[in-house]
């Protein structure tokens, strides 16, 4: 009950801004921020080809497949599923869906060797390296989660950072959010104006 109050008063900090626009457009099925919550119906085994059913991230497109080592997956109290890219998408998601409480939250394992990373529970005593040098998934400031504490330490020895526990990282997500949407808009209008400046062939 303390986790999930947590959640709740740290989505609503993160999200404070978007609760007026979520009570105004309960009534709107389409509109915006009603357009982001899980659409999909509800789900008994989330797990089960949790990428097939979530391939590609519902807040900022990106494919969950090749970003398989930071990818989360969210399951709300309703058995409602959001399959997301990355932590920063975690809070999105926790901060759009503040009425539904989160049952389970699963990471992908930073530290496992295997070619798609297996989601774990974050309860389940899983590390998250924030701030090491290993690239980020829209956020500047890496957090990967680690399922093994000792191989946590291993890249904080090697890559730097602080190991932390969830409640820690989703804090450190929702303080980068500012910084980190601004950096995200900017590499996104800068792939736009690289693509509109390639020449055009005629047929």
Known sequence: MERRFFLKSLAAIGASGLVAAVESAEKNTDGTPLQFMPKTAPDPNPLQNELGKHPKCP???????????????????????????????????????????????????????????????????????????????????????????????????DKGGEAVGFEEALTAAYLDMAKDTRMIRQRRAERRARIQSRPQHQD
């Open 59 to 157: 807040y900022c497109g990106m494919s969950r497949h090749k970003f398989n080592h930071s990818r989360h997956l969210i399951v709300y109290d309703d058995q409602l599923v959001d399959g997301v890219c990355s932590i920063h998408c975690a809070a999105v998601s926790l901060s759009l869906n503040i009425d539904r409480g989160p049952k389970s939250i699963y990471a992908a394992d930073f530290g496992s060797g295997a070619e798609i990373k297996p989601l774990v529970d974050v309860d389940k005593g899983v590390r998250y390296l924030v701030g090491s040098r290993l690239k980020g998934t829209m956020s500047r400031r890496s957090k990967m989660a680690f399922a093994d504490a000792g191989k946590a330490k291993a890249a904080q020895l």
